[in-house]
């Protein structure tokens, strides 16, 4: 078995004495691991950090085993990243988040969002609300989607003011009111309008952070990344 991809790296780990596992988000392979032979040497060492894009052939006997990486550097990044700390939070959180995706299943969206994040030239709020929207659709892609698009009671699709914490559907306000203490609110730009004051983006990452929570990090009894937190409080 093998096959030749561009990919973007998202985690290294030691194995043995010389070598080293990549862990990758690959355009059509989806979040992918292999062994690179000999990848704790000086000459792999400023091509194997998390944050390059890079080339990557893979080989293995059978589909299913962990198989070899051969590595060839695209874009250096990962110089770039740690020297900020806004850059080095950000790039820690999306290298986390990715990690939440399935093995092998191909994500191409979220690897296009992740590099126009870490590439981007976006000011503090217009980052924070593409961030925010990142995780919106990173839950959409773990299968936990919010169902925001219309009212879970009446049906309409204008007006929708909130989610509930439980169902992760949307209500209208007139809907919400008897409940409202209890719901979280549903930020505008989640339906697709331009606008986003601080206070909304605030919400979004309060409203995606619960469902990740809920879903993912509490249930499976993963840390909440540090990261996220800081990150946020740099941004807003």
């Known amino acids: 078995m093998q096959w030749s991809s561009e990919g973007l790296i998202i985690g290294v780990k030691k194995h043995g004495e010389t070598s080293v596992i990549v862990e990758a988000l690959v355009i059509n392979k989806g979040r992918h691991l292999g062994l690179v032979r000999g990848g704790r040497s000086p000459r792999h060492s400023a091509v194997l950090q998390a944050g390059n894009s ?9 589909e299913d085993h962990l198989g070899i990486y051969n590595v060839e550097l695209l874009q250096t990044r990962a110089a770039r990243l740690i020297a900020d700390k806004q850059s080095l939070f950000l790039s820690a959180l999306l290298n986390d ?29 217009e980052l924070a609300k593409k ?51 209890k719901l979280l609110p549903l930020p505008a730009f989640f339906l697709n ?10 919400n979004a990452f309060i409203l995606t952070g619960h469902f990740l929570n809920m879903h993912i990090w509490a249930a499976r009894q993963i840390e909440v990344p540090a990261t996220r937190d800081k990150l946020i409080k740099i941004l807003l």
């Open 54 to 62: 890079v080339k990557l052939d893979w080989r293995a006997r059978l």
């Open 193 to 202: 309008s331009d606008e986003a004051s601080v206070t909304d983006i605030k």
């Open 97 to 125: 988040h990715a990690r939440l995706l399935p093995e092998r299943d191909p994500h191409d969206n979220m690897l296009a969002m992740i590099i126009d994040l870490i590439d981007g030239d976006y000011n503090k709020l």
């Open 131 to 181: 961030l925010a929207l990142f995780e919106f659709n990173l839950l959409d892609e773990l299968g936990f989607g919010l169902d925001i698009y219309s009212c879970a009671l009446s049906g309409e699709t204008t007006g929708l003011s909130h989610v509930s914490p439980r169902t992760g559907r949307a209500v209208t306000l007139e809907q919400a009111q008897p409940y409202i203490e």
